[in-house]
């Protein structure tokens, strides 16, 4: 049984922080890349963020470049998101995923488990 479970949204005034957290089970959680990504309302699921097996390279969507740090714990099976100084157009549901490999891609594809989401909302 596989399964991702993330945690640690909700409602936040514009310019604050959040962190994210994804657990996952029924994985080799150490021998794969982990990604971020999120959906507002009306719109495509978009690339946040992906780090690699060990942790040691990062990747970043322009967009969070900057205000998002990912990162994990592998003793832990967790990655985590941590966002500084969030705008109102980072609000939607942001999901965890495991990507096909240790190295994360940047498009849906590259995934291939998923979590069910949590909901970030950004106040003006």
């Known amino acids: 049984q596989v399964q991702l479970v993330e945690s640690g949204g909700g409602l936040v005034q514009a310019g604050g922080s959040l962190r994210l957290s994804c657990a996952a089970s029924?994985?080799?959680?150490?021998?794969?890349?982990m990604g971020w990504f999120r959906q507002a309302p009306g719109k495509e699921r978009e690339f946040v963020a992906a780090i690699n097996w060990n942790g040691g390279t990062t990747r970043y969507a322009d967009s969070v470049k900057d205000r998002f740090t990912i990162a994990r714990d592998n003793a832990e099976n967790t990655v985590y998101l941590q966002i500084h100084n969030l705008k109102p157009e980072d609000t939607g549901v942001y999901y965890c995923a495991r990507a096909r490999g240790s190295y994360g891609q940047m498009t849906k594809d590259g995934y291939d488990y998923w979590g069910q989401g949590t909901q970030v909302t950004v106040s003006s």
């Open positions: 029924g994985i080799i959680f150490s021998s794969y890349a």
